[in-house]
Protein backbone atom coordinates (compact mmCIF):
# COMPACT_ATOMS: atom_id res chain seq x y z
CA UNK A 1 0.00 0.00 0.00
CA UNK A 2 2.12 2.90 -1.12
CA UNK A 3 -1.10 5.73 -0.97
CA UNK A 4 -3.53 6.56 1.63
CA UNK A 5 -6.87 8.41 0.79
CA UNK A 6 -7.36 9.36 4.10
CA UNK A 7 -3.47 10.82 4.22
CA UNK A 8 -3.62 13.92 6.51
CA UNK A 9 -2.29 15.73 9.54
CA UNK A 10 -5.50 15.04 11.82
CA UNK A 11 -5.61 11.68 10.78
CA UNK A 12 -4.55 10.22 13.35
CA UNK A 13 -7.11 11.90 15.70
CA UNK A 14 -10.17 10.48 13.52
CA UNK A 15 -8.91 7.38 14.04
CA UNK A 16 -8.68 7.14 18.07
CA UNK A 17 -12.28 8.84 17.87
CA UNK A 18 -13.67 6.64 15.32
CA UNK A 19 -12.77 3.62 17.65
CA UNK A 20 -15.48 2.39 19.35
CA UNK A 21 -13.81 -0.20 21.68
CA UNK A 22 -17.21 -1.93 22.47
CA UNK A 23 -17.90 -2.44 18.86
CA UNK A 24 -14.46 -4.10 18.36
CA UNK A 25 -14.66 -6.31 20.83
CA UNK A 26 -18.15 -7.45 19.47
CA UNK A 27 -16.15 -8.00 16.32
CA UNK A 28 -13.22 -10.13 17.90
CA UNK A 29 -15.80 -12.26 19.25
CA UNK A 30 -15.42 -13.69 15.67
CA UNK A 31 -11.86 -14.09 15.55
CA UNK A 32 -10.14 -17.24 17.31
CA UNK A 33 -7.93 -15.44 19.49
CA UNK A 34 -5.88 -18.10 22.07
CA UNK A 35 -3.62 -17.30 24.67
CA UNK A 36 -0.33 -17.32 23.95
CA UNK A 37 -0.70 -16.27 20.11
CA UNK A 38 1.34 -13.91 18.35
CA UNK A 39 -0.88 -11.52 16.50
CA UNK A 40 -0.07 -9.20 13.10
CA UNK A 41 -2.44 -6.46 13.03
CA UNK A 42 -2.22 -4.90 8.86
CA UNK A 43 -2.78 -1.49 8.77
CA UNK A 44 -3.08 -0.18 12.12
CA UNK A 45 -2.72 3.35 12.35
CA UNK A 46 -2.32 4.57 15.94
CA UNK A 47 -2.82 2.04 17.42
CA UNK A 48 -6.33 2.05 18.58
CA UNK A 49 -7.91 -1.46 17.48
CA UNK A 50 -3.98 -2.77 18.70
CA UNK A 51 -4.92 -1.76 22.14
CA UNK A 52 -7.69 -3.11 22.48
CA UNK A 53 -6.88 -6.75 20.47
CA UNK A 54 -3.60 -6.81 23.65
CA UNK A 55 -6.10 -6.77 26.18
CA UNK A 56 -8.07 -9.73 24.25
CA UNK A 57 -5.22 -12.18 24.40
CA UNK A 58 -3.81 -13.60 27.28
CA UNK A 59 0.06 -13.58 27.32
CA UNK A 60 0.09 -12.86 23.85
CA UNK A 61 2.19 -10.51 21.61
CA UNK A 62 0.58 -8.10 18.82
CA UNK A 63 2.88 -6.43 16.33
CA UNK A 64 1.03 -3.63 14.48
CA UNK A 65 1.50 -2.47 10.99
CA UNK A 66 1.63 0.56 9.18
CA UNK A 67 3.37 2.65 6.87
CA UNK A 68 2.60 6.39 8.19
CA UNK A 69 5.03 7.15 10.45
CA UNK A 70 3.26 10.01 12.53
CA UNK A 71 0.39 7.55 12.86
CA UNK A 72 2.93 5.51 14.74
CA UNK A 73 4.37 7.87 16.98
CA UNK A 74 1.20 7.94 17.87
CA UNK A 75 0.58 4.36 18.77
CA UNK A 76 4.08 4.25 20.41
CA UNK A 77 3.38 6.61 22.94
CA UNK A 78 -0.56 5.91 23.35
CA UNK A 79 1.57 2.09 24.60
CA UNK A 80 4.19 4.05 26.62
CA UNK A 81 1.59 5.64 28.34
CA UNK A 82 -0.78 2.58 29.28
CA UNK A 83 2.52 0.68 30.00
CA UNK A 84 2.03 -2.18 27.66
CA UNK A 85 4.23 -4.26 27.27
CA UNK A 86 2.83 -7.06 24.50
CA UNK A 87 2.61 -4.52 21.58
CA UNK A 88 4.94 -3.42 19.28
CA UNK A 89 4.64 -1.66 16.27
CA UNK A 90 6.75 -1.92 12.53
CA UNK A 91 6.93 0.89 10.02
CA UNK A 92 6.23 -0.65 6.86
CA UNK A 93 4.41 -1.17 3.54
CA UNK A 94 2.62 -4.89 3.68
CA UNK A 95 3.81 -5.85 0.37
CA UNK A 96 7.65 -5.31 1.80
CA UNK A 97 7.53 -5.45 5.42
CA UNK A 98 10.26 -5.05 7.92
CA UNK A 99 9.45 -8.27 9.71
CA UNK A 100 11.97 -10.68 8.73
CA UNK A 101 10.89 -14.29 9.28
CA UNK A 102 8.25 -13.82 11.00
CA UNK A 103 5.58 -16.17 11.43
CA UNK A 104 2.26 -14.92 13.40
CA UNK A 105 -0.62 -17.37 14.42
CA UNK A 106 -2.96 -14.80 13.44
CA UNK A 107 -3.08 -11.89 10.76
CA UNK A 108 -5.63 -9.50 11.06
CA UNK A 109 -7.13 -6.13 9.42
CA UNK A 110 -10.32 -4.23 10.03
CA UNK A 111 -10.95 -1.65 7.59
CA UNK A 112 -8.08 -1.22 5.50
CA UNK A 113 -8.91 -3.33 2.70
CA UNK A 114 -11.37 -1.10 1.11
CA UNK A 115 -8.06 1.77 0.72
CA UNK A 116 -6.33 -0.81 -1.51
CA UNK A 117 -9.14 -1.78 -4.10
CA UNK A 118 -9.68 -5.15 -5.28
CA UNK A 119 -6.43 -5.79 -6.95
CA UNK A 120 -4.07 -4.29 -3.76
CA UNK A 121 -6.48 -6.21 -1.83
CA UNK A 122 -5.24 -9.41 -3.43
CA UNK A 123 -1.44 -8.58 -2.95
CA UNK A 124 -2.14 -8.10 0.70
CA UNK A 125 -4.09 -11.12 1.05
CA UNK A 126 -1.35 -13.29 -0.43
CA UNK A 127 1.39 -11.30 1.80
CA UNK A 128 -0.78 -11.81 4.97
CA UNK A 129 -1.20 -15.14 4.13
CA UNK A 130 2.62 -15.71 3.33
CA UNK A 131 2.85 -14.42 7.29
CA UNK A 132 1.20 -16.96 9.36
CA UNK A 133 2.33 -19.97 10.07
CA UNK A 134 1.19 -23.74 8.27
CA UNK A 135 -2.36 -24.02 9.54
CA UNK A 136 -2.04 -19.78 10.84
CA UNK A 137 -5.53 -17.71 10.34
CA UNK A 138 -5.93 -15.01 8.41
CA UNK A 139 -8.98 -12.45 9.15
CA UNK A 140 -10.30 -9.55 7.18
CA UNK A 141 -12.82 -7.19 8.57
CA UNK A 142 -13.76 -4.57 6.01
CA UNK A 143 -17.45 -2.51 5.30
CA UNK A 144 -20.18 -2.90 2.45
CA UNK A 145 -21.85 -0.10 0.99
CA UNK A 146 -20.18 3.08 2.91
CA UNK A 147 -22.70 5.74 3.12
CA UNK A 148 -24.87 4.37 0.50
CA UNK A 149 -27.99 2.52 2.57
CA UNK A 150 -30.23 4.99 2.84
CA UNK A 151 -33.64 6.14 3.34
CA UNK A 152 -35.76 7.96 2.58
CA UNK A 153 -34.15 8.00 -0.98
CA UNK A 154 -32.61 11.32 -2.19
CA UNK A 155 -31.93 10.74 -5.42
CA UNK A 156 -29.41 13.71 -6.05
CA UNK A 157 -27.05 12.27 -3.38
CA UNK A 158 -27.30 9.19 -5.03
CA UNK A 159 -26.32 10.53 -8.20
CA UNK A 160 -23.31 12.30 -6.41
CA UNK A 161 -22.30 9.53 -3.99
CA UNK A 162 -22.07 7.08 -6.91
CA UNK A 163 -19.98 9.55 -9.50
CA UNK A 164 -17.93 10.13 -6.59
CA UNK A 165 -16.59 6.55 -5.58
CA UNK A 166 -16.58 6.01 -9.30
CA UNK A 167 -13.69 8.34 -9.47
CA UNK A 168 -11.92 7.48 -5.73
CA UNK A 169 -11.41 4.11 -7.05
CA UNK A 170 -9.14 2.43 -6.79
CA UNK A 171 -8.03 4.45 -3.78
CA UNK A 172 -11.00 3.68 -2.51
CA UNK A 173 -13.63 0.62 -2.66
CA UNK A 174 -17.27 1.20 -1.22
CA UNK A 175 -18.28 -2.29 -1.98
CA UNK A 176 -15.38 -4.09 -0.43
CA UNK A 177 -16.42 -6.21 2.27
CA UNK A 178 -18.82 -8.55 -0.38
CA UNK A 179 -15.65 -8.59 -2.46
CA UNK A 180 -13.59 -10.50 0.62
CA UNK A 181 -15.05 -14.35 -0.03
CA UNK A 182 -14.17 -14.71 -3.23
CA UNK A 183 -10.51 -12.96 -2.73
CA UNK A 184 -10.04 -15.35 0.15
CA UNK A 185 -11.20 -18.55 -2.08
CA UNK A 186 -8.70 -17.60 -5.04
CA UNK A 187 -5.76 -17.20 -2.68
CA UNK A 188 -6.34 -21.01 -1.70
CA UNK A 189 -7.72 -20.62 1.94
CA UNK A 190 -9.23 -23.32 3.66
CA UNK A 191 -12.49 -23.76 6.16
CA UNK A 192 -13.35 -20.09 5.16
CA UNK A 193 -15.59 -18.85 7.23
CA UNK A 194 -17.70 -15.61 6.66
CA UNK A 195 -19.57 -13.33 9.26
CA UNK A 196 -22.14 -9.95 8.86
CA UNK A 197 -22.20 -7.44 11.25
CA UNK A 198 -23.86 -4.37 10.95
CA UNK A 199 -21.39 -1.13 11.51
CA UNK A 200 -23.13 2.06 11.30
CA UNK A 201 -26.86 1.67 12.22
CA UNK A 202 -28.13 5.29 12.59
CA UNK A 203 -31.86 6.24 13.12
CA UNK A 204 -32.48 9.76 13.61
CA UNK A 205 -30.01 12.07 14.50
CA UNK A 206 -26.38 10.99 14.81
CA UNK A 207 -24.52 11.22 17.97
CA UNK A 208 -22.13 14.10 18.00
CA UNK A 209 -19.13 12.21 17.75
CA UNK A 210 -20.41 9.94 14.68
CA UNK A 211 -21.25 13.57 13.20
CA UNK A 212 -17.68 14.83 14.06
CA UNK A 213 -16.11 11.71 12.96
CA UNK A 214 -17.62 12.38 9.31
CA UNK A 215 -17.02 15.63 9.28
CA UNK A 216 -13.28 15.02 9.97
CA UNK A 217 -13.28 12.71 6.90
CA UNK A 218 -15.10 15.05 4.62
CA UNK A 219 -12.46 17.81 5.48
CA UNK A 220 -9.52 15.25 4.60
CA UNK A 221 -10.62 14.54 1.26
CA UNK A 222 -12.12 18.27 0.34
CA UNK A 223 -9.46 18.44 -2.19
CA UNK A 224 -11.18 15.01 -3.85
CA UNK A 225 -14.65 16.61 -3.46
CA UNK A 226 -13.14 19.82 -5.27
CA UNK A 227 -11.30 17.67 -8.16
CA UNK A 228 -14.12 15.88 -8.54
CA UNK A 229 -17.13 17.81 -8.54
CA UNK A 230 -15.23 20.81 -10.61
CA UNK A 231 -15.12 23.46 -7.91
CA UNK A 232 -15.28 24.12 -3.84
CA UNK A 233 -18.73 25.50 -4.09
CA UNK A 234 -20.04 22.56 -5.89
CA UNK A 235 -18.22 20.07 -3.40
CA UNK A 236 -19.45 21.98 -0.88
CA UNK A 237 -23.06 21.75 -1.40
CA UNK A 238 -22.61 17.69 -2.46
CA UNK A 239 -20.88 17.49 1.43
CA UNK A 240 -23.09 19.77 2.88
CA UNK A 241 -26.03 17.56 1.22
CA UNK A 242 -24.65 14.49 2.44
CA UNK A 243 -23.87 15.40 6.13
CA UNK A 244 -27.44 17.14 6.63
CA UNK A 245 -28.37 13.54 7.06
CA UNK A 246 -26.74 12.61 9.90
CA UNK A 247 -28.79 15.77 11.67
CA UNK A 248 -32.86 14.50 10.42
CA UNK A 249 -34.82 12.64 12.27
CA UNK A 250 -36.25 11.03 9.44
CA UNK A 251 -33.67 9.61 8.26
CA UNK A 252 -32.02 5.86 8.85
CA UNK A 253 -28.66 4.86 7.42
CA UNK A 254 -26.83 1.54 7.59
CA UNK A 255 -23.70 -0.30 6.03
CA UNK A 256 -22.24 -3.83 7.09
CA UNK A 257 -19.23 -5.29 7.86
CA UNK A 258 -17.97 -8.53 6.39
CA UNK A 259 -15.49 -10.62 8.65
CA UNK A 260 -14.25 -12.78 6.32
CA UNK A 261 -11.46 -15.78 7.90
CA UNK A 262 -9.58 -18.67 5.92
CA UNK A 263 -6.65 -20.84 7.39
CA UNK A 264 -3.61 -20.89 4.93
Same mark, same amino acid.
Given at each position: ??????????????? @?????? @?????? !?????? @??????????? =?????? *???????????? &????????? !?????????????????????? #???????????? !??????????? =???? =???? #????????????? &??????????????????????? #? @??????????????? %??????????? %????????????????????????????????????? #??????? *?????????????????????????????? =???
Amino acid at each position: MTTYLMEDPIEAERL @EIKTKR @EKVQRE !LEYVPL @EPGYSVLEVGC =GTGAVT *RILSDELSLGTV &VGLDFSLQR !LQKAVHMVRKEGRKNIRFVCSD #LLSPGLGKAKFD !LAYSRCTFQYL =GEEG =GKKA #LKKMKDLVKPGGR &VVVADVDGVCLFRTPVDPVREVY #L @ELLFSKLEPTFDAYM %GRKLYRMFLES %GFKDIRVDLLPYYLIAGRADPTTVRVWEMKVEIIRDH #LDRIFGS *RTKADEVANRFLADFEKEDVLLYNTLFIVQ =GVS
